[in-house]
């Protein structure tokens, strides 16, 4: 649904060319969610505005959803739905009118566009609403209605800039599920932006990681933490520490074990679930039993860390460059 080879774009900062994206290749499977998460001026933000149309790349080429982006931008923007992070509603106007403009901008007819704005009520809990002026919504309606919006000409593909920002936790969660359904229902494929870690790993069947214009990871969320953070057991062992800690230490299962100042035990171990097992077997064979046992699972905050240095809203090293808002593109809707 994505494919993009070296993708690059550069600014002009003074007298300097400052690079933000620096040829990321990407690739997203038709019925994905992927995450696509950064630090602060990391390249997420202009690496989106080119796979929308908003920016022309400096170099590099991909195909949306089957179109390309350098000769056909007019043709993608029909593929896809781009609901940006502040939305475009006019707080004046009613929602059936939004929906039913947004439509009519599309070339969709007048009949189908009704049934179009119709069926997208009540898909995303907007029945009853139709008649509401947009300015009269709640927080976790408003940005359904801005999804519904990004959705009212059925793209193949729809990019979430910073889908549940700004929401309480319970509107979080209400439109997590209705981001899921659009892949499980619809068979749309998802791309997203988010600065909730939290959000990445309860939604995204991938995640990619951009750091300084690169990517510099892209798994499932839980290979990542596999791969890049270790489960931490805390062990309390009735008997002499040091001597828990070499034995425990020889296991293959065992990045690494320490005594801890408490004299309890820390133990970083590949697997966790099977490294329990491991370590309790271990120590009981040799005569010394465990009062108690607490294990840490890592969290992709933890793998963010490791890959970039930085949490995910810290600010980069060095200058952040202009991103601008219509430079050498022409905005959605299609004409």
Request: aromatic share 4%; with cysteine.
């Amino acid at each position: 649904m994505i494919e993009a080879n070296g993708l690059t774009r550069t600014f002009r900062a003074g007298r300097q060319t400052v690079a933000a994206v620096r040829g990321v290749d990407l690739r997203v499977q038709p019925g994905e969610i992927v995450g696509f998460l950064g630090p602060n001026g990391a390249g997420k933000t202009t690496t989106l505005r080119m796979l929308t149309t908003l920016l022309q790349p400096t170099s590099g080429t991909a195909r949306i959803a089957g179109a390309d982006l350098r000769t056909a931008p007019r043709e993608v923007r029909r593929r896809i739905g781009y609901v940006a992070q502040y939305g475009g509603t006019d707080p004046n106007a009613l929602v059936d009118e939004e929906l039913f403009l947004q439509a009519r901008l599309y070339r969709i007819g007048a009949g189908p566009a009704r049934r179009r704005v119709a069926a997208l009520l009540p898909q995303l809990d907007l029945g009853g609403l139709n008649s509401r002026p947009v300015g009269s919504l709640s927080g976790g309606q408003r940005r359904r209605l801005d999804i519904a919006l990004g959705l009212v000409h059925e793209p193949q593909i729809v990019f979430l800039d910073e889908p549940t920002a700004g929401l309480d936790p319970h509107s979080r969660n209400n439109l997590w599920e209705h981001i899921r359904r659009l892949r499980d229902e619809n068979g749309t494929t998802v791309f997203l932006t988010t600065h909730y870690l939290d959000e990445a790993d309860a939604l995204c069947d991938r995640i990619l990681v951009i750091d300084h214009g690169r990517i510099v990871a892209e798994d499932t969320p839980a290979n990542l933490k596999r791969q890049l953070a270790a489960d931490v057991l805390t062990v309390d062992v009735a008997g002499d520490p040091d001597a828990a800690r070499r034995l425990l230490a020889g296991l293959s299962g065992v990045r690494q074990a320490a005594v801890t100042s408490t004299g309890g035990l820390q133990v970083t171990l590949a697997d966790g679930e099977q490294g329990i097992i491991d370590v309790i077997t271990t120590l009981a064979g040799a005569g010394l039993g465990v009062r108690a046992l607490q294990l840490a699972r890592p969290s992709l905050d933890d793998v963010f860390l490791t890959l970039t240095g930085r949490g995910l809203r810290d600010d980069p090293d060095g200058p952040t460059p202009p991103i601008p808002t219509t430079e050498g593109a022409e905005h959605v809707p299609a004409r």
